[in-house]
Nanobody, 120 residues
Framework: QVQLVESGGGLVQAGGSLRLSCAAS?????MGWFRQAPRKEREFVAA????????YYADSVKGRFAISRDNAKNTVYLQMNSLKPEDTAVYYC????????????????WGQGTQVTVSS
């Protein structure tokens, strides 16, 4: 099982930007970002295929967030722009062995999460 470590979270004002990184201990096929806000269930944010040629986004982040990956570094990124207070959550990186998906159950490897807080 691949180990995943997220970084890049922090406190930012509304309208600002952050870039999250997820370093994997090995190669994965699909990679995804999910988030969990206080008192809410974890939800899908973005996903990317092995080649980077296919990406998916939640409607709530489309046009503001961008997912990318550097396979030479086994690292996935989430560039977050025009952040809103409702983006405040713990962000989790996830890896899938076989597919790229918007569904949590497709992912076998999970990171510990990184906190993103957007102040108004």
């Amino acid at each position: 099982q691949v180990q995943l470590v997220e970084s890049g979270g922090g406190l930012v004002q509304a309208g600002g930007s952050l870039r999250l990184s997820c370093a994997a201990s090995g190669r994965t096929f699909g990679m995804g970002w999910f988030r969990q806000a206080p008192r809410k269930e974890r939800e899908f944010v973005a996903a990317i295929s092995s080649s980077g040629g296919t990406t998916y986004y939640a409607d709530s982040v489309k046009g503001r967030f961008a997912i990318s990956r550097d396979n030479a570094k086994n690292t996935v990124y989430l560039q977050m722009n025009s952040l809103k207070p409702e983006d405040t959550a713990v962000y989790y990186c996830a890896g899938s062995d076989f597919i790229v998906s918007t569904t949590q159950s497709a992912y076998r490897s999970w990171g510990q999460g990184t906190q993103v807080t957007v102040s108004s």
